[in-house]
């Protein structure tokens, strides 16, 4: 037996149910199912009066939520999903501060080892770059030991 067909309402809960969404992630779900007639704007309007869409609070699950990724990355992401650049910006500061750290951590995870030759040192570039960290806290990675890297 088919379940009903949702409501455009309890869509938009069950994918907020699911994760956190900025408004125009949300939005763009929801308009591929409203009807004519009914507003999508306004639907979201209500779920950010209520408390149940909120850009802050999805940009706090972002940065607090991985520390496997670079600050470049966790922003494009946010980017990408459309979030408020002004929140964007709010976050940013805190990311690349605490880069090196996580920077280390995953290295220290898939690696442990300095390079020992080029293609090794590429590899590890590769890796670290890859998952979003700048260029400098990679190249501080790289060159010292675990011991020597500044919490």
């Known amino acids: ?10 869509r938009g809960l069950g994918y907020l149910a699911r994760r956190e969404h900025s408004r ?7 308009r591929r199912h409203a009807a004519q007639g009914e507003d999508v704007d306004a639907l979201l309007d209500d779920f950010e009066q ?11 699950q972002v940065i607090t939520g991985t520390k496997r990724f670079g ?8 980017r990408r999903r459309g979030v408020n650049e002004s929140l964007i910006r709010e976050a940013a500061d805190p990311l690349r501060r ?12 898939r690696f442990g080892a300095l390079p020992v030759d080029a293609p090794s040192r590429i590899k590890q570039n590769r890796f670290l770059r890859g998952r979003g960290f700048s260029s400098g806290t ?9 011991d020597e890297v500044p919490e």
């Open 24 to 30: 125009q992630e949300l939005g763009a779900k929801l």
């Open 138 to 146: 990679i190249e501080r990675i790289l060159r010292t030991t675990v």
């Open 1 to 10: 037996m088919p379940r009903p067909s949702l409501s455009l309402r309890g």
């Open 98 to 109: 605490s880069e090196l750290a996580s920077a280390r951590a995953v290295w220290q995870k």
């Open 71 to 78: 600050a470049a990355r966790l922003l494009h992401d946010l």
């Open 50 to 60: 209520r408390g149940w869409l909120s850009e802050r609070r999805l940009v706090q």
